[in-house]
Nanobody
Framework: DVQLVESGGGSVQAGGSLRLSCTAS????????MGWYRQPPGKDCELIST???????YYSNSVKRRFTISRDKAKNTVYLQMNRLKLEDTAVYYC????????????????????WGQGTQVTVS
């Protein structure tokens, strides 16, 4: 079975930084997208960043120029470096991987990728 396991969440003061990691097992995603969704308290999920197998990146307007996504194919891992954190960045952050697909509602989000993790909490105060 494919598993995506996030780590690196926690509590941080506004203006600070955190680095999230997500390691995949059960499959390799060298030629596929990996990325991050987040769900703020009481709000819908939002796709905030992806990185393709070719290194192309996407950022939502809400995180552009503050967050940086990267990946280590040898470790089957994607990272999200989050700088200049704001109160509104408080959310559960979910890792995703695989191919774009028809959206599927499962758990907290409507997912547009094949696989997703269980999430890690980021709290900015």
């Amino acid at each position: 079975d494919v598993q995506l396991v996030e780590s690196g969440g926690g509590s941080v003061q506004a203006g600070g930084s955190l680095r999230l990691s997500c390691t995949a097992s059960g499959a390799t995603f060298d030629d596929s997208d990996m990325g991050w969704y987040r769900q703020p308290p009481g709000k819908d999920c939002e796709l905030i960043s992806t990185i393709g197998g070719d290194g192309d990146t996407y950022y939502s307007n809400s995180v552009k120029r503050r967050f940086t996504i990267s990946r280590d194919k040898a470790k089957n891992t994607v990272y999200l470096q989050m700088n200049r954190l704001k109160l509104e960045d408080t959310a559960v952050y979910y890792c995703v991987a695989g191919s774009l697909r028809s959206p599927i509602r499962e758990g907290p989000c409507t997912w547009g990728y094949d696989y997703w993790g269980q999430g890690t909490q980021v709290t900015v105060s």
